[in-house]
């Protein structure tokens, strides 16, 4: 079987920095996708993994340890446009992505 | 810019109507997919293609059924609508060929009364 689990909920100060993780078991692997979901909207792409180590785009960075089966997302500097779910997704093999159940991102004041 | 349009973005039907969710994508993609999406329960795959007039089961397929007779166009049919598919349905589609990436339409929020 395929399983992902990352937090359900996450709470943030503006200005800060914040770390979602995501942990995966599934059958192969061929990469890892985090997608930024607003509420009422379709998932945006964020990032791709698929080899191991850190991958910087701006504000966000994505890590992926293949052996721990274990990615997170690195959001720096962040902003009340961030509040938003954040997907974490496998490819297992020849199939299609696998979804975890999202982070539900809330950025305070 | 990849582009992935819904018929509709808000439905109301009622319980036994026939429905139909239309999808089309502007980028030549080999597959599209159909989710649905609920609280607590994530992005769940209901069907997906790989080709023109092909079609494979995702993880949830019971009462649903699709279509793809050209390859811009997928969708996405539920003979008796029953209250339990009310749900936000989205589709997506990839270029296949190694390439993962999958580009969402804006979905439609489907309520069966």
């Known amino acids: 079987g395929q399983n992902i689990d990352q937090p359900t909920e996450m709470t943030a100060t503006e200005g800060a920095i914040v770390q979602i993780n995501c942990t995966y078991q599934?059958?192969?692997?061929?990469?890892l996708f985090w997608y930024q979901q607003h509420a009422g909207e379709a998932p945006t792409f964020l990032s791709y993994n698929v080899l191991d180590g850190l991958e910087e785009k701006g504000r966000f960075s994505s890590f992926l340890s293949r052996s721990k089966g274990y990615s997170y997302l690195l959001l720096k500097e962040l902003q009340m446009k961030d509040s938003a779910s954040y997907l974490c997704a496998v490819i297992p093999g020849n199939t299609p992505l696998v979804f975890g159940k999202g982070t539900r991102l809330s950025v305070i004041a | 810019d990849v582009k992935v349009t819904q018929s509709s973005r808000y439905l109301v039907k009622r319980t036994g109507e026939k429905v139909f969710l239309e999808c089309v994508q502007d980028?030549?993609?080999?597959?599209m997919f159909w989710y649905r999406q609920d609280p607590g329960l994530g992005l769940r795959l209901i069907y997906f293609?790989?080709?023109?007039?092909?079609?494979e089961k995702g993880d949830i397929p019971e009462g649903y059924s699709v279509s793809r007779e050209k390859k811009e166009r997928f969708s996405l049919i539920l003979e008796s609508a029953s209250t339990n598919q009310t749900s936000m349905y989205l589709c997506?589609?990839?270029?296949?060929?190694?390439?993962?990436?999958?580009?969402f339409g804006p979905g439609t929020r489907l309520t069966v009364t």
């Open positions: 599934t059958s192969g692997f061929n990469g």
């Open positions: 293609s790989y080709d023109v007039k092909m079609k």
């Open positions: 997506a589609s990839s270029t296949g060929q190694g390439n993962y990436e999958q580009y």
């Open positions: 980028m030549d993609h080999e597959n």
